[in-house]
């Protein structure tokens, strides 16, 4: 909400206020300055001139050339091509080297004339949407030549852009925002102008107002006012409405929309001559009733709408947006003025409905001030006796809801407010603020107030915690002291997910692994490419873009993005996982460790540089399975289209999937610009809980020495390593204690297609200390088996 | 020979020693020199030989003389073998050759803030909560006073979903209201989580971004008591006890009396940075105590309890106590930030 810092001083005296103090006070209060602009910055080398001669251009027709005093020695040499140029009128001229907000004015060559700079109109200046001609500046005298231009145009204001919280409809407004001022500053706030001669009239004799529904409308307030000259706006209205943002129109517009701008209230006004009768109904519109509004946009109503109609038709959507029927056009010299009081949360709804949020609607859902409806009919109808020399009818045609009382009174029990707050309250202190700002003090006594909450708070000070929050407010937060509480012991049990979590976030990073954080989020065209179930996701319906319509289902193409940025950032070993969720629209949410990894391991003196690859993962796998202590599983096929064909594979256990991982498909990889491999993981949390346990088992071992045995075998590739360690370990006896693969070999003088395995076996008893005689027999059965069974050869 | 021509010549002899002792460079140098003056053909053992020319009277003293020379050699040379062998070390050990390093990974620093937030709390008695991230509008809004028919409902830049009557959650408070309705008071709890908001990417905003919810219901909770454990949250969280909190009134449906709280700026102690917009403040949470309406809806009495509540961006903590000037880098997940941070 922008407003002006001169419009503000109709209301408060600032004088000797330091603005950023202010702004300060006002941030505590809760009304933050957002922003303080100042137009007249934009402005530059503008001064007040005189155009003593003008002749005609020699090489144009449409172009003119002035001679301007602008207090100089030398006269100004200007050209334009404005139509209303004349001799002796002061305008605002841009010399060489001006600032007109994002132009420069230079001194040029116009058809081979020099224009020492610019004559400039009202566009130029940013005080209007589009012009036509220049600016001819009135109420200026010669002494005034050479001047600056910021004070005639109003240029020198400020303008304060205040944050307005959503329940402070009071502040939407220049009288409610020096109402604050008046906390912080103590100074009085004085009410604009409003008295006027109407004439013998009377507006409830001409005109009839009907309210049919009172829980949507509670008031409502029509005057006729006619004989309006549609006069140009007054400079000084045109630039405090350009200034906040708002656009001129016509004059009788221009003044409904101060008047809201300064009081709050949205007024509206009616071409009566197009209004049937002077009839004034506000009911619910027809079902089906189609509407055009003023801004030529049509709509389709039903009965929850509030309409605005005469006797024939409907004249506007209450409070939302008038019509386009009964608009001030060009003719209009009689209007009817509404003020009025509509339901907010009908309102709200209406607008939601239609998608129009208007400044009306904006303020109308907020909730305004009852009492403001007969101050802003009465400030708008003296403005236009003003300045449209409009004769204003005697009073208004009203119908109310005569049950609406715009006060409530509440009870403030200085006990409670203690006890909420933490600090003892000055009451009397607290009570007189309340009453400079209008509250009514019903009935006191020690322990409590009761207090009559003015009409502009009507609205969100309805109980007593809302006193008690204006209480700190009044008096400021600083007020409260800092303490501790007590908190009570409660819960103490350990959470198991938050333990595993734990558990293998450790586990991932001492594998080098890093956290990483993205947006669970996947497109369309993803769910399309990797053959997912978009009717089993969770969609969004007002997605920021396209990238992220869904919910993902697939964490992994979030890590692959991550993957992308880091490979191209020359971050050649990427091994990454996420702690996230996988969110389905019937099954809701489960928790998922994705990992991922890829590119390269760099060359050091140690070791040579080198892919990573499946070997890289698969110590994840093993640690995983045995962090779950899991016996009795089986890995089987995934066949999920972001693997690639042969390498995918689930981990099962009691038919829970516990985790799958594979290689992710060189053609979907491909496309994030990967030509190494790249393999991902998937850990589901859920159903790994239903086999992690925080408590550990103790196992006893042996405190006799070991003896080592290494075994060699020769064997076809085709022969798995794993194969042949089971058969050990199932014929080494029970004092095998661990079973190694220490080396592999490859030759050509081992045969064709053959491998040398290399195995340690360590033996050790829980008894004794072992002699060779005691496994003698087990290398022996051992030996035999692995020859029979593999058709393998000893390697000597 | 006198005595005074035998010590001229023992003279010379270390002059010579002392010589070709700076030669030595290596094991090798080392021995030629060790033979050259303590070998069987050494000079030295020679003088010993002279020793039976000279009277009994002198032979005393000139055998002390030649001893005392030849204990000179073999310290000199037994410290020199010392040196020897160090730099014999020193050059086939060269510690300065890099080690046989491995990667450890790390938390993201989102995560490192929501550990450390959730150990100070844990300690002060809090309990740690989840919930679910497509959340009932009922819980993120409807129960904590946020109803429809209230334009607050529109500030919150919602996702909406085409799941009925559910919400990607706008913030962690939902999961105050489920806490409520599980547990009854005393409540100390608090919730880290993802919230999501239809925030145009810049270099403060994310759509989806990490939030920690705080909350205390109990018998006589006072405002007084949230300003202590804020301070307490945040002067151990940034390792800081001169920070300074002011409190604005604002406005929350959830929370009456409502605040955003302000801590005095810890990257420029309160001077002014373009962190803190020159003003030396951040504006860091919204905070208050829980509205009578919240514990309406989740069946608690407001007239015997009272509450305070709080949410604090993740990020924003991250990016004041690592000083990481753009949001946008805790998306982008840059293993060099992640690696130092």
Same mark, same amino acid.
């Given at each position: ?19 950023? $103090? ?113 600016? +001819?500046? %009135? ?5 005034? !030549? ?13 303008? +304060? ?14 009288? *409610? ?5 008046? !906390? ?112 030529? %946009? ?28 009964? %608009? ?34 904006? &303020? ?73 700002? $209008? ?46 509480p007590?908190i009570k012991i409660k819960n103490v049990e350990?959470d198991?997910?938050e ?132 016996? *009795? ?8 289209? +972001? ?70 075998? !020769? ?8 194969? !042949? ?69 000893? &390697?000597? | ?76 040379? %037994? ?35 929501m550990?450390?937030s959730k150990?100070i709390f844990l300690k002060m008695g809090f309990d740690v909560k989840r919930g ?7 819980n ?13 409902? $529109? ?16 913030h962690t408070s939902p999961v105050q209201i489920r806490t409520m309705l599980d547990e009854k008071p005393p409540i100390a709890m608090i919730a880290p989580g993802?919230?999501? &908001? ?13 939030q920690i919810e705080g909350l205390l219901v109990d018998?006589?909770v006072?405002?007084?008591d949230l300003?202590?454990v804020?301070?307490?949250y ?53 905070c208050?105590?829980v509205?009578?309406?919240v514990?309406?809806?989740v069946?608690i009495?407001?007239?015997?309890y009272?509450g305070f509540a709080f949410g604090v *961006? ?21 293993? &060099? ?5």
């Open positions: 909400m922008k407003i002006t810092l001169n419009w503000l001083e109709d209301f408060i005296d600032l004088n000797g206020i330091d603005l950023d $103090d202010l702004s300060e006070k006002l941030g505590s209060q809760g009304l933050e300055v957002e922003e303080i602009i100042e137009p007249g910055k934009k402005i530059k080398d503008v001064y007040i001139g005189l155009i003593t001669k003008i002749e005609n251009h020699p090489n144009a027709d449409k172009l003119k050339i002035c001679h301007v005093d602008i207090g100089k020695d030398e006269k100004l040499q200007l050209v334009t091509g404005a139509s209303n140029v004349k001799e002796k009128v002061f305008v605002p001229v841009a010399v060489d080297g001006a600032k007109l907000n994002e132009h420069d004015i230079k001194k040029v060559k116009l058809r081979g004339k020099i224009s020492e700079g610019m004559i400039c109109s009202l566009e130029e200046l940013g005080l209007e949407e589009k012009s036509e001609g220049i600016y +001819i500046m %009135e109420n200026v005298s010669r002494k005034d !030549i050479g001047k600056v231009v910021h004070p005639y145009f109003g240029l020198d204001d400020k303008v +304060i852009d205040f944050e307005i919280t959503s329940n402070r409809s009071d502040c939407l407004s220049v009288l *409610g925002i020096a109402r604050e001022i008046s !906390i912080a500053t103590g100074r009085q706030i004085k009410l604009p102008e409003t008295t006027f001669e109407s004439t013998a009239k009377k507006s409830k004799e001409k005109l009839k107002v009907n309210i049919k529904d009172y829980k949507k409308c509670y008031n409502y307030t029509a005057r006729f006012i006619e004989n309006i000259s549609l006069n140009k706006t007054p400079l000084w209205m045109k630039t405090r409405l350009e200034l906040v943002g708002l656009r001129s129109i016509n004059i009788v517009v221009d003044i409904t929309n101060y008047v809201m701008w300064e009081i709050g209230l949205p007024l509206h006004a009616f071409d009566s001559e197009l209004v049937e009768n002077n009839k004034i109904i506000i009911r619910e519109a027809n079902n089906g009733e189609d509407f055009i509004t003023l801004t030529g %946009e049509e709509i389709c109503l039903n009965c929850s709408n509030l309409m605005i109609a005469d006797s024939k038709k409907s004249i506007a959507l209450a409070g939302v947006v008038g019509g386009l029927n009964t %608009e001030i056009n060009e003719k209009t010299d009689k209007v009817i003025l509404e003020a009025a009081l509509f339901d907010p949360v009908n309102i709200r709804a209406t607008a939601k409905e239609h998608n129009l949020s208007t400044d009306s609607s904006y &303020r109308f859902e907020r909730g305004m001030d009852y009492n403001i409806v007969k101050v802003a009919s009465d400030r708008a109808s003296f403005l236009l006796n003003k300045y449209a020399d409009a004769s204003v009818y005697q009073g208004v045609c009203e119908d109310k809801n005569s049950d609406f009382n715009p006060h409530s009174d509440v009870l403030l029990r200085w006990d409670r407010a203690e006890k909420l707050l933490g600090f003892e309250i000055p009451k009397e202190e607290v009570i007189q603020k309340f009453v400079s700002l $209008d509250y009514d003090v019903i009935q006191k006594d020690n322990e409590s107030v009761k207090l009559r909450v003015p009409s502009y708070r009507y609205w969100d000070v309805k109980r007593e915690v809302d006193l008690i929050e204006e209480t700190v407010r009044l008096i400021g937060y600083h007020n409260i002291p800092m303490t501790l007590r350990v198991k997910q333990y595993f979590k734990e558990e293998i976030f450790k586990f991932l990073q001492s594998y080098g692994f890093f956290e990483t954080k993205t947006f669970p989020f996947i497109s369309e065209k993803e769910i399309e490419e990797l053959a997912l179930d978009k009717n089993r996701l969770v969609r969004i319906k007002n997605p920021m873009t396209k990238d992220f319509e869904y919910m993902t289902c697939e964490p992994l193409v979030s890590l692959l993005k991550i993957a992308e940025l880091n490979k191209k950032r020359s971050n050649e070993k990427i091994k990454i996982y996420e702690w996230g969720k996988k969110y389905l629209k019937k099954e809701g949410e489960s928790f998922f460790t994705s990992i991922l990894l890829t590119g390269k391991i760099s060359k050091s003196i140690y070791k040579n540089d080198r892919e990573m690859d499946f070997f890289d993962l698969k110590p994840i796998l093993d640690g995983l399975i045995e962090m779950l202590d899991l016996t *009795g599983y089986r890995w089987e096929k995934s066949n999920r289209k +972001i693997w690639s064909d042969d390498s995918s594979y689930y981990l099962v256990k009691n038919n829970l999937k516990i985790l799958e991982y594979g290689k992710i498909d060189p053609d979907y990889t491909e496309k994030f610009d990967f030509e190494e491999e790249v393999w991902g993981a998937y850990i589901f949390v859920d159903e790994s809980l239903e086999f992690y346990e925080i408590k550990r088992k103790f196992r006893e071992f042996s405190s006799y020495p070991p003896i080592y045995y290494d075994l060699a075998f !020769i064997v076809d590739k085709k022969i798995t390593a794993g194969e !042949i360690k089971n058969l050990i370990e199932e014929k080494a006896g029970n004092y095998l204690e661990d079973l190694k693969i220490f080396d592999i070999y490859e030759g050509e003088h081992l045969g064709k297609d053959k491998r040398s395995i290399a195995f340690s076996l360590i033996f050790r008893s829980k008894e004794k200390t072992l002699q060779e005689d005691d496994i003698n027999a087990n290398i022996k059965a051992v030996i035999k088996s692995v020859k029979e069974e593999f058709g393998a050869k000893l &390697r000597e | 020979m006198t005595i005074d021509e035998l010590k001229e010549k023992l003279d010379k002899l270390k002059k010579e020693f002392e010589n070709d002792l700076k030669d030595v460079k290596d094991e090798k140098t080392w021995n030629e020199l060790r033979v050259k003056y303590l070998g069987k053909k050494s000079k030295i053992k020679s003088f010993f030989r002279f020793i039976g020319k000279f009277s009994s009277e002198e032979r005393k003293t000139v055998g002390q003389l030649i001893n005392s020379t030849k204990e000179y050699f073999e310290e000199k040379i %037994e410290k020199m073998k010392n040196d020897v062998e160090e730099e014999k070390k020193r050059i086939d050990f060269d510690i300065t050759l890099p080690g046989r390093k491995r990667d450890i990974g790390k938390d993201h620093p989102v995560t490192s803030v550990k450390i150990e679910p991230e497509v959340e009932k509008e009922w993120n809004f409807d129960a904590l006073n946020i109803p429809e028919s209230h334009p607050a409902r $529109d500030e919150q830049d919602t996702f909406y979903l085409n799941k009925k009557k559910s919400v990607l959650r706008t993802k919230v999501y &908001r239809t925030d145009t990417i810049d270099a403060s905003h994310l759509p989806v971004f990490h018998k006589d006072k405002f007084s300003k202590g804020l301070y307490k945040l002067s151990v969280f940034f390792n800081d006890k001169s920070i300074k909190l002011r409190f604005y009134n604002n406005y929350f449906p959830f929370t009456e009396p409502s605040a955003e709280m302000h801590m005095s700026c810890v990257l420029c102690d309160g001077n002014g940075c373009p962190a803190c917009s020159y003003s030396g403040w951040i504006e860091l949470l919204g208050g105590m509205d009578p309406n514990f309406k809806a069946d009495d407001p007239e015997k009272t *961006g993740v990020e924003r903590l991250a990016m004041l106590k690592y000083g990481i000037p753009d949001i946008r880098f805790f998306q982008e997940n840059d293993l &060099r930030m992640l690696k130092k941070l």
